[in-house]
Structures are given as C-alpha cells and as structure tokens.
C-alpha cells in the first residue's frame, strides 16, 4: 500500500462474511493502490479473517443486524481517508487503477461511479457480462441509508470514473448461499415503504433469479407502474419485465409493453434482442403466428447489430449489440433452411467474439 503525504488519501473499505473463496483476489487488486484497507467482518466463521490479516488489512468487528448501511457506515467509520473506495469481497479491479492516482488530485467534491462488471450464467455452460455504473467513491463523510440495495446518501454530483471492476457473485454457484436473506429484508423493507419502486424491482429480481417468475411478475410490474422516468436502473427493469413476460407466455402484454417503450430505447440493442427473442418464444408457443412473427424476429436482432454494443447504457450485457445478435441470426437462418445466409452469421458471430475479447 502506499503512503502519500501531499495528496489526497484513499481506503478501501468492505464488509464482509464467510468470503474466504474471493476476499484474496479483491484485496490483491486494490492493495498497491489505496493506502490502507479496512475490513468490517460481520460474523465469519471460515478463514475470511485472517486472510484478510494476511493480506494486511485492517480488521474491524460488527454484529450483524440485517441492516447493510448500518455496516456499511459502520466500515467506512473506520477510515479518515479523503476518499473510500467500496468493494464488496466478490469484486475485483481489472483495469483502470490508474484512475485512482488522478483521484488524489482532485478535490473530493463528488461521488465517483466506477463500471461494475457482473458475470452471470445464460445457459449451456455460457457466462455473460453486463456492467453498471455504480457509486462506488464516496467522499469522506459520505454514508449510505437503506437496509438492503443500500445507496449513498448525498446531494453531491456524480461523476463517471474509468475504473472498472468485476463481480461474479451473481453466478449460480455464489448465489445459492445467499438465496432468501435479500428476499426477507426486501419484504421487510417494504412493510414500510410499499411504494418504493427501487425495493419492488429488486424483489422481483430475487424471485426472477430463482425462476419464481409468477412471484417476479406483479413485483415488477408495481415497479414499473412507481419508477420515474429517469432512474438508472429503468432500462433493466423493462427488460426483465419483458423476459419475466416472455417465460409466463404472456405474449401479447409483452409485446404492448415492449410498443410503449420501443420509442425510449432506440439505442438499446439490449432492447431489440430481448425484443427478438420475445418474439421468436411467441412463435414456438403459435406456429400460426411465425409466418407473421418471424420477420419481426430478424428486423429486431438486425436492429441490435446496427445499433452495435452500449457499454455506457445501465446493465447493457456484452455481446447483444454484436456477437450474440449475430448468433441468433445464424440459429435463425438454420431453423428455415437457410444454410449459406447461417453460415455467415455464425462466421461473423465468431469474428465479433474474437474483436470483444
């Protein structure tokens, strides 16, 4: 860790329990860039502590009261550092630590959102990316209110900082030990604030993951009916109302829902896709309607490759503006015998795979 005398400092500051599988990896990649680490442990029982010792952490105690800013605050009190840096233990910087160095030099006036970059299974063996522009540098000062999804509190403006993180919490394999505590802290939430949209959206999410989407479904669509047009966090949530939707076979409202917000996302292409695939399960479900419903599938996956990838646009996933569209195209000319226009879709797929990685 280094140790500045002139310029401002910054902390790493986490909570954290039971992390022993990934806490090293966090820790290692943030370590030769803050000059200290602070790291509040609500109740391990595996080696979290010590490897965090090990990793020359400073160690903090806290007794878990199913309230995260509680801990959260409770970890960033631990610092006087001009800036904090906030990582959960399943999250690791890969590229653009430099960025923290030019953080010294500026006045800490300001919320730095740093892009979070969640991995998450899609299927026959496959990983996806979708990143995010979460606050993540908090000024000192700064602290966080909400029991759960928890945000911080500030008026201060926020600022998109080139650094980049990634998280693979979100994998099935990381999920299964947190299945239902989000869940009752969300329900717990909304006890007292039915009318948060924020706290509906991410209930849904809890069952969505799980495929629970009957229970997903009226918690998104309560959000969507709450949200304000400018929330950050709209976009996914139209979508995953839109593929909660598509799974319940509930075509025909998908697709009006999908009408009434085609004219916000022009520039989505994870829009068109999630729209083409809509489309493509409702022509599965009716062969009657394909002769209509499958033009409409290509128009819409050719949409997403025209509009090309968002990686600036709310939990845009990677690949939906290029290789994946590409893909479903190639599937789609193969299911109607068109072996040579699937061929060089599926050689185009691979060459914009190749280009992504």
């Known amino acids: 860790m280094r140790i500045h005398t002139h310029m401002l400092t910054i902390a790493l500051a986490m909570i954290v329990k039971d992390e022993s599988r990934c806490i090293e990896r966090c820790l290692s990649s943030a370590r030769a860039w803050v000059d200290e680490m602070v790291v509040l442990d609500t109740g391990s029982t595996d080696d979290t502590v010590a490897i965090a010792q090990r990793c020359g952490a400073r160690i903090g105690h806290f007794t878990w009261c199913d309230d995260f800013s509680a801990a959260r605050n409770a970890a960033l009190a631990m610092t006087s550092a001009d800036w904090c840096l906030v990582l959960d233990a399943d999250e690791w910087i890969v590229d653009g630590a430099q960025a923290l160095e030019e953080l010294r030099r500026q006045r800490a006036n300001f919320i730095g959102q740093i892009s979070v970059v969640s991995r998450f299974d899609a299927g026959a063996a496959e990983v996806h990316e979708a990143p995010s522009w979460l606050p993540r540098l908090l000024p000192r000062g700064v602290r966080y209110t909400g029991r759960v999804h928890e945000q911080p509190q500030a008026t201060l403006p926020r600022r998109r900082i080139p650094l980049v993180v990634a998280h693979d919490g979100y994998l099935r394999a990381q999920m299964q030990s947190k299945l239902g505590r989000n869940q009752r802290l969300l329900e717990s939430a909304l006890v007292a604030r039915p009318d948060d949209a924020y706290l509906r959206y ?7 993951v799980r495929g629970q989407f009957e229970a997903a479904a009226p918690q998104y669509q309560c959000a969507y009916r709450l949200v304000e047009a400018q929330a950050s ?17 509930r075509f025909e409202p998908a697709l009006a829902l999908a009408e009434a917000e085609m004219p916000h996302w022009q520039q989505s292409p994870d829009f068109f896709f999630t729209l083409g695939d809509l489309l493509l399960d409702w022509a599965a479900e009716q062969p009657v309607r394909a002769g209509e419903l499958l033009p409409m599938i290509e128009s819409s996956w050719l949409r997403a490759l025209a509009i090309g990838e968002a990686p600036d646009l709310p939990d845009s996933v990677r690949g939906r503006g290029s290789f994946l569209a590409a893909h479903n195209l190639s599937v789609l000319h193969q299911s109607l015998g068109r072996s040579r226009e699937a061929r060089e879709w599926q050689e185009r797929s691979a060459q914009l795979r190749q280009a992504a990685n």
């Open 233 to 249: 966090w709209r976009h996914d949530l139209v979508l995953r109302l839109l593929f909660t939707l598509k799974k319940l076979c």
């Open 202 to 208: 991410q209930l849904g999410k809890e069952f969505e």
